[in-house]
């Protein structure tokens, strides 16, 4: 199981956000722990999903519809 701080790590790794020494020994550790590096790789899949998502913008229809509803919210107070 990896620890929260080595999650915490992991995750500053990911956006790139580590101190370089602690990068390079969290790098060494990658290359000798398999588990790691697998937590690694599935926090890396996350990141592309999550960048994937945030760059679509919702249709004009959604749009609408919640335009429409913020209206009808303003109406009945």
Known sequence: ???TST??????????ELADDAC???ESALMQDS???EGCSDLLLLQQLLDG?????PSERSV???LN?????SLQS
Do not use: F, G, P, W
């Open 53 to 57: 998502a945030a760059s679509k913008a």
């Open 69 to 73: 509803y913020s209206k009808s919210l």
């Open 1 to 3: 199981m990896i620890q």
């Open 7 to 16: 999650q915490n790590e992991l995750i500053q790794y990911v956006y790139d």
């Open 24 to 26: 390079a020994q969290l």
């Open 35 to 37: 588990e790691l590096a």
């Open 64 to 66: 609408q519809n919640i």
